[in-house]
């Protein structure tokens, strides 16, 4: 038998196919099963060698998994799939529903503690990195202003909103951050903005075949809560250019936070991720973490955990030897 | 008496006048005393209400102090006062030896360990922040490469060795990174760089009366292991200017991770700081340690610890339950 950290992943959707792909890339772990709602038959595993198992029969795992990295959605999946499995396993999810992550924790906390196991909730970008360089720049720079840009990144809302306008047949829309407003960020001059002075909105659209696309694009542009605030621009393209050019999840942002230390000194703390895919990215930190919840729960750290909790060392696959050597 | 917790800071240099400030940017820190190896009266604090204290009676504030700021150099002070401090105290410290890192956090552990202190060392952005981007970055992205890229940033030594240059009266020394290089690394393709090829230098010279300016410029930019192998850039002002525009320590740089998942996607993660004074910006990072430490020791957690042994939130002034509710 292996020494390596032993993973299942609960939910087989797009986090899931890339956390399969995430194991991979690492030394340290190794994937035992699949888990999934649907027929085990029908999941198409890149991989031979994985297991694909009905999420009913997961109990049966209990001494051959050591952490359960958790691929649900968090609009239905998680806030049941997450308590359930955090009663029998250490997890790790990446929950993003911001307004109740703190129900979503107290849930989670009582049954790991009661069952003592280690859930890791609500990592991945945003929640996860983001919110850590929110908190430590804010730490450091206790006299400042954090601000979140978000994008270039897909929309899957937005996507959905220029899917329903009559005359669209498919289309894509990306929230870009505004140059303009980063560049006052930068200036330490710590403006106020709103989410719509932060943000553009781009859409390319395929309009179906004689529509007049001038509505097309008054419709998107006027949208009440989606668009109206937001300086829109409306692309038209083909079927084959959205294909070529659209398919992948992009996504990403900045965390920005302009302090002032002295008299008046400035200090800018910047961090920012340019993610060819959301979804394969959000998977490597559930990886990374999953490590963590296996180390922490065998120094009987039980009960949800969030990023804020985890010291950065539970991450690395390096010894703290190596890391005082050859990274500090 | 205050539920504050209660700081010294040890040495009275460009760290230490920052670690004053940095500890009344606060709300939950205050400052017992200031301790220095020079007459305490001879420092000229800028608060009336801290106290001076000559360093060879810092045993007095043993039942007085929580957490000692140390803020001596790393040649010759820190590998002799982190020790000495850690017998008696919890201590925060920048060491940035980083060759000799090693060496260094084994003989404060011994002590720390024996004492039942907690000793955070080698704080502050590099050794620090960068540091924890460089091992986050890698844990996530383990297909990739680190670049660090340091500056725009005054450089003692370099502006040390203009200054020694026959003819010269005075002079600094800025490290520039290159924005080729920098576009490189953003495109993904994981260039090898030396860090000659990762960055310029740009001299500000002001030359004595009468000398030959281009023979100046020649002696600089062929200087060996300082300028030869770099892109360097000399210009000649008077000493008014050197004094209007060249006397803060600006520093800063960046930590570039390119990183690949799954089949062929980009993932590039991306820390930067820029910073109009080195010094307060590294006694804020100590500070916000300090707390760390503070509370690490109450629970127990002793020896030498680095920033990947401290996790996030013990270094926010914020509860638990206000770091997930607002900053999550
Ligand atoms: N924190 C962050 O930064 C961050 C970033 C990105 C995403 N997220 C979160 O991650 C969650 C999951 O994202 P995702 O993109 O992986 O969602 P998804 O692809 O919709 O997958 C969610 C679940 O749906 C089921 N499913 C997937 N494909 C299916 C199909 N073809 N037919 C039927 N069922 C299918 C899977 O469960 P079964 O296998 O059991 O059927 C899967 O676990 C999101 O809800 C989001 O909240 C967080
Ligand atoms: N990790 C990082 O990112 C980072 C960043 C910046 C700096 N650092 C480290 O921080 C260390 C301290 O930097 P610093 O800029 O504060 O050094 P500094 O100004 O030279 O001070 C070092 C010590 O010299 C003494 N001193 C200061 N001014 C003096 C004066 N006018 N006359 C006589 N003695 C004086 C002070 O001790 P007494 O009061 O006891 O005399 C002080 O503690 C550096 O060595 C560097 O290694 C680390």
Not at 100 to 117: C, G, L, Q, R
Not at 187 to 194: Q, Y
Not at 272 to 292: G, H, I, Q
Request: some cysteine.
């Amino acid at each position: 038998m292996s020494n390596k950290i032993k993973l299942g992943i609960v939910g087989y959707g797009n986090l899931g196919k890339g956390a399969v792909k995430a194991v991979k890339a690492t030394d340290d772990l190794e994937l035992t099963a699949v888990f999934t709602r649907r027929d085990p038959e029908t999941l198409e595993l890149d991989d031979p060698s994985v297991k694909a198992v009905h999420i009913d029969n997961a109990s049966d795992y209990k001494d051959e998994i050591d952490v359960m990295v958790l691929c649900g959605g968090s609009a239905t999946d998680l806030p049941e799939q997450t308590p359930h499995f955090a009663s029998m396993f250490n997890t790790v999810d990446s929950y993003d529903t911001h307004a109740k992550i703190p129900e979503f924790y107290e849930s989670v906390n009582e049954v790991a503690e009661k069952n003592d196991t280690t859930a890791i909730i609500s990592v991945g970008w945003d929640p996860g990195f983001f919110s850590l360089n929110r908190v430590m720049a804010e730490a450091i720079l206790p006299r400042g202003e954090n601000y979140s840009f978000w994008g270039k990144g897909l929309s899957q809302g937005h996507s959905d909103a220029v899917r329903r306008v009559e005359g669209v047949k498919n289309g894509v829309q990306y929230t870009i951050p505004s140059e303009d407003a980063i560049a006052k960020v930068r200036s330490g001059e710590n403006p106020e903005l709103t989410k719509a002075q932060k943000h553009r909105r781009v859409c390319y659209i395929v309009a179906e075949d004689g529509v007049d696309k001038s509505t097309i694009e008054e419709t998107i542009k006027t949208m009440p809560n989606y668009f109206a605030d937001y300086e829109t621009e409306v692309n038209f393209i083909s079927e084959e250019e959205l294909a070529r050019d659209h398919s992948k999840a992009p996504h990403g942002g900045f965390v920005i936070r302009g302090g002032k230390t002295g008299d008046d000194n400035d200090q800018l703390y910047e961090f920012s991720l340019t993610l060819d895919s959301n979804p394969e990215f959000t998977a490597s930190v559930l990886v990374a973490y999953a490590r963590a919840a296996h180390r922490m729960s065998q120094e009987k750290q039980f009960g949800a955990k969030t990023i804020y909790d985890v010291a950065p060392a539970y991450i690395s696959p390096k010894s703290a030897e190596e890391l005082r050597r050859d990274y500090l």
